[in-house]
Nanobody, 119 residues
Framework: QVQLVESGGGLVQAGGSLRLSCAAS????????MGWYRQAPGKQRELVAA???????NYASFVKGRFTISKDNAKNTVYLQMDSLKPEDTAVYYC?????????????WGQGTQVTVSS
């Protein structure tokens, strides 16, 4: 079992910044994938940004140039720096970690952190 603990959400005005953190209870050094998703009211959960195998990054088109994903392997933590926030970025942001143990993939989710951007 892997626990993911998120922090850093809150209320910010449009144009402002927030940094989300996601700390894993297990090493992320060789993790298969780890990143951030979000879910706004009445909408499906969608990918925001993620590290994939080999250390590549994948960003949703709607955050390119505004959000940056990074990680600190020593702290087993992934960050999401969100700049130039817009009201439409308002959502619950979830951390996701995909581990592979003995050729079987497992997905873990954090509890979610609310991000609210006021106009």
């Amino acid at each position: 079992q892997v626990q993911l603990v998120e922090s850093g959400g809150g209320l910010v005005q449009a144009g402002g910044s927030l940094r989300l953190s996601c700390a894993a209870s297990r090493s992320i050094f060789s993790i298969a994938a780890m990143g951030w998703y979000r879910q706004a009211p009445g909408k499906q959960r969608e990918l925001v940004a993620a590290f994939t195998s080999g250390g590549r990054t994948n960003y949703a088109s709607f955050v390119k140039g505004r959000f940056t994903i990074s990680k600190d392997n020593a702290k087993n933590t992934v960050y999401l720096q969100m700049d130039s926030l817009k009201p439409e970025d308002t959502a619950v942001y979830y951390c996701n970690a995909h581990y592979v143990f003995t050729d079987t993939g497992y997905d873990y989710w954090g509890q979610g952190t609310q991000v609210t951007v006021s106009s």
